[in-house]
T-cell receptor
Framework: SQQGEEDPQALSIQEGENATMNCSYKTSINNLQWYRQNSGRGLVHLIL?????REKHSGRLRVTLDTSKKSSSLLITASRAADTASYFC????????????FGTGTRLLVSP | NAGVTQTPKFRVLKTGQSMTLLCAQDMNHEYMYWYRQDPGMGLRLIHY???????AKGEVPDGYNVSRLKKQNFLLGLESAAPSQTSVYFC?????????????FGPGTRLTVL
């Protein structure tokens, strides 16, 4: 079964606006990762946050993790049309070989 | 570096036919994975391998077999295809020795079973 549930399922914004998407998961994790998937392509890793971290930044991306609520959020600031993609969270329970369980994804549309 | 490559990119099968999907990676990764992606379902793990000659079942293994005869290759086989196996299949790999690490994905194979 899916570990992560993402919210919203779809998000439509204008260029320059911020986009926030959320991920909730069910079991204890070792780390949580966010991936981007452009239409018809494979997934590309964006950022990894460990269970002992609360916030992490990478360029225009900001990820937060609240292990007490079993939730994470991904913020994309000053969005661009090129950010249009589906975004997936993936949890690693730390079983020793990076077995990831993916959420259902958020489809982001950024209009010029 | 080509990263992770998959062949073929597209395939149409009739029910009952068999086929093999090939995944190759040139990053010397120990771990390799096969996922399927269906609309609204995210990615689900079919089988994975932690090293050459070793494979294990994932979340949805039924109807599939795998082999990892060489470290750089991971094959996914469908012995008797069913319409329920219509999906997009992704291969991924990751390194064992770098601790919590990212997975690198191939471009996918779109399979339709009629």
């Amino acid at each position: 079964s899916q570990q992560g549930e993402e919210d919203p399922q779809a998000l439509s914004i204008q260029e320059g606006e911020n986009a926030t998407m959320n991920c909730s998961y069910k079991t204890s994790i070792n780390n949580l990762q966010w991936y981007r998937q452009n239409s018809g392509r494979g997934l590309v890793h964006l950022i990894l946050i460990r269970s002992n971290e609360r916030e992490k930044h990478s360029g225009r991306l900001r990820v937060t993790l609240d292990t007490s609520k079993k939730s994470s959020s991904l913020l994309i600031t000053a969005s661009r049309a090129a950010d249009t993609a589906s975004y997936f969270c993936a949890t690693d329970a730390g079983t020793g070989f990076q077995k990831l369980v993916f959420g259902t994804g958020t489809r982001l549309l950024v209009s010029p | 570096n080509a990263g992770v490559t998959q062949t073929p990119k597209f395939r149409v099968l009739k029910t009952g036919q068999s086929m093999t999907l090939l995944c190759a990676q040139d990053m010397n990764h120990e771990y390799m994975y096969w996922y399927r992606q269906d609309p609204g379902m995210g990615l689900r793990l079919i089988h994975y391998s932690v090293g050459e000659g070793t494979t294990a079942k994932g979340e949805v293994p039924d109807g599939y077999n795998v082999s990892r005869l060489k470290k750089q290759n991971f094959l996914l086989g469908l012995e008797s295809a069913a319409p329920s196996q219509t999906s997009v299949y992704f291969c991924a790999s990751s390194s064992r020795d770098r601790g919590p690490d990212t997975q690198y994905f191939g471009p996918g194979t779109r399979l339709t079973v009629l």
